[in-house]
């Protein structure tokens, strides 16, 4: 499904390429035409949607794992929040483009998850203390980001709400390259640490007794997570409900009681270039950010999980 | 009684200074001088008249309403957390001025008032009816995670509309702070009619959040109409969150730290906590708006940031307190 996708959203666009033509450019056999459109312009886009997906899918199915809570994603909890404040103070204030406003989303990111940790931090981290002091966190900084906004001039204002929307347009490889690195190394210890994660899903004190250090494994697995969401938010802004959607379609998919972490990614994936495509076709010729489509699907999809979530006492 | 005085004192001198002090330094003279004998034609006259009382009043209106509404909000969901920024209230009365600037086409802040207190009574009704689905009602968690999830939602949906529409864009963002700045008195006449009404129901609140207090079946058992009680209380935090919302823009965490200093100073009993939080909080607000005009002269941070970045450390330290799921 996702490399069907893959290559549709390759085809697609302004100059309409049949898929076999696609593959062949891809093979290195296409036409001068098919070679720049492909290779320049469309794969960096592509390639960003699916590996800034399948980030924000494994970031949330981490999260929502760690926390016992289907609605504890990262962009839930205020972790995105911190890389859009970031991001806003460098484009809004400083002035700044390209790639200083993916860096300094990823530091927000980071920065961000490490206050709420910290204040979340009694004697060891419980999920529901994570979650409050995250959404209280959130409060604060999307507050600060509408400071901002107010500031800005109306131009520069509107190119940070296209950002803060979670956008794919006009990316190439240098938001390509970081993203990559960062998800090779980090999927595979997210699934190094899909055991732990198994073992503090049986409560911590069966863990403990099991032998497993619970909070070292907690702020791992937590790390891992919060990585995973700012490399993703880096490259794409902050799509939103990404990273919400993609566990529970995973678990709906391979069934209720396993982790599904690669699944879980390659839900986002889907999702992701998926929206993408969407989003470019909506409106005919005017290109939508990515994120108002992902909203749009995510938000009801959101309030039905949280009903039933509450329904089945699962919700906290 | 005394302590109560004592803050109607705290609140005389604040409103004071937030007439004395802006951006432009009037000396108390022409101070009193412009409240008791103004003249049209003088400029320190003219900016306390238009600018500084106005603001003042919407200030102290929307500081009761916001105080009132979250004590009477944390009463009804027995919940520490409660607070009608957090709970998702002010992203609904977002969504809804959006949708009246941008499909309406409403230009002025009397328009769309309207339209800001129609998203917050549907807002306070999703969150609260989400939050309260399944056997242990609305726990602290369940209703502040709801608040966070539908605002998360509700905020795509605004942002959507808005970026297709620069022009309620400008309007949308200078909103979205939350500020008491170019509030003009019409529109805080405006507003008072639905204050009054919210100020009504909120007077019996007082006893029945008492007997909720005591948990639906010692209640129900002492004679207590448990399903009438939580309507009433419903329809106060909706008349009153929804307005202030309108006037001032999103304020996030009077609603939530007023009520929990009344709290230390009277008790558990909502009798005194409502009276002392209508009180406090505009205290509160006003203090903080002054603080805003001060910090950031010749400019102005505007309230709401002020009051986040205020509220926000008794947030954390309320969650971080053992006892925190139940009043």
């Known amino acids: 499904m996702a490399a069907l996708l893959f290559c549709l959203a390759l085809s697609t666009g302004a100059f309409q390429i049949p898929i076999s033509g696609v593959l062949d450019t891809l093979a290195g056999q296409g036409t001068r035409r098919d070679t720049f459109v492909i290779m320049d312009v469309r794969l960096p886009r592509v390639l960003v949607a699916l590996l800034a997906g399948a980030a924000f899918g494994l970031s949330g199915a981490l999260f929502q794992s760690l926390v016992h809570n289907p609605l504890a994603s990262p962009d839930v909890i205020g972790v995105t929040m911190g890389a859009s404040a970031a991001a806003v103070t460098c484009t809004v204030v400083l002035g700044v483009v390209g790639a200083a406003v993916s860096a300094s989303a990823f530091a927000g990111a980071l920065a961000t998850a490490a206050l709420i940790y910290v204040l979340a931090w009694r004697r060891g981290v419980s999920g529901y203390r994570l979650v409050l002091v995250g959404i209280g966190v959130g409060a604060v900084l999307s507050s600060f980001v509408s400071y901002l906004m107010s500031r800005a001039d109306v131009t520069s ?23 990559l690195i960062g998800v090779s190394i980090l999927l595979p210890a997210a699934l190094l640490l899909a055991r732990g994660l198994r073992v503090l899903g049986f409560g911590d004190e069966t863990a403990r007794g099991l032998g497993a250090r619970v909070e070292t494994l907690r702020l791992s697995i937590l790390v891992t997570g919060v990585a995973l969401a700012a490399f993703a938010t880096a490259a794409a802004g902050p799509v939103p409900f990404v990273a919400f959607v993609a566990g529970p379609i995973a678990r709906r998919l391979v069934g209720e009681r396993t982790l599904a972490l690669v699944p879980a990614a390659l839900a986002g994936a889907v999702v992701m270039v998926a929206s993408d495509l969407v989003a470019q076709r909506l409106l005919g010729d005017r290109a939508l950010p990515v994120g108002v489509v992902t909203g749009a699907v995510g938000a009801p999809f959101l309030l039905w999980q949280l009903a039933g979530a509450n329904r089945e006492g699962r919700g906290g | 009684m005394p302590g109560l005085l004592g803050a109607l004192g705290l609140l005389a001198l604040v409103t004071v200074l937030s007439v004395a002090v802006g951006a432009k330094s009037i000396s108390p003279a022409v101070l009193a001088d412009a409240l008791l004998h103004y003249r049209p034609d003088d400029a320190d006259h003219l900016v306390i ?13 929307v500081g009761a309403a ?9 009463g009804l969901t027995r919940n520490a957390l409660a607070d009608p920024g957090l709970l998702g209230i002010n992203a609904g009365a977002a969504l809804l001025l959006v949708i009246g600037i941008s499909v309406f086409g409403i230009t002025s802040l009397t328009g769309y008032v309207w339209f800001g ?18 056997r242990d009602r609305a726990t602290p968690v369940k209703l502040a995670l709801s608040g966070a ?8 949906i605004t ?3 808005v970026l297709t529409d620069s022009d309620a864009f400008d309007r949308m963002r200078l909103w979205q702070v939350g500020s008491l700045a170019g509030r003009d008195a019409a529109l805080a006449g405006q507003a008072l009619p639905f204050l009054i009404v919210g100020a009504i129901i909120a007077i019996p609140c007082g006893r029945l959040l ?7 079946d010692v209640a129900r058992a002492l004679g207590q109409r448990v399903g009438a009680a939580r309507a009433i209380g419903a329809l106060c935090v ?30 558990p009993d909502y009798r005194w906590i409502l009276p002392y939080s209508a009180v406090l909080a505009p205290a509160l607000l006003l203090a903080a708006d002054v603080l805003g005009r001060v910090v950031a002269r010749p400019g102005e941070i505007q309230v709401g940031i002020v009051t986040a970045v205020i509220g926000a450390p008794v947030f954390v330290a309320l969650v971080r307190r053992r006892d925190l799921a139940e009043l």
């Open chain 2, 210 to 216: 008492n007997a909720l207090a005591l948990g639906d």
């Open chain 1, 157 to 179: 204002a509107q190119a940070a709400l296209v950002w803060l929307t979670g956008s794919l347009n006009a990316r190439s490889y240098e938001h390509v390259w970081p993203l």
């Open chain 2, 117 to 134: 207190f129609a998203g917050a009574a549907f807002t306070a009704l999703i969150v609260y009816g989400i939050g309260a689905l399944g």
């Open chain 2, 149 to 156: 999830a539908v605002s998360a939602a509700l905020a795509s």
């Open chain 2, 159 to 161: 942002t959507a509309i």
């Open chain 2, 238 to 267: 909706v008349v009153l969150c929804g307005t202030a919302t309108a006037l001032a823009g999103p304020v996030a965490f009077v609603g939530l730290t007023v009520p929990h200093v009344a709290r230390m100073i009277t008790g």
């Open chain 2, 49 to 61: 008249h238009t600018l500084r009382l106005p603001r003042t009043a919407v200030g102290l209106l």
């Open chain 2, 66 to 74: 916001l105080g009132v509404a979250g004590a009477v909000m944390q």
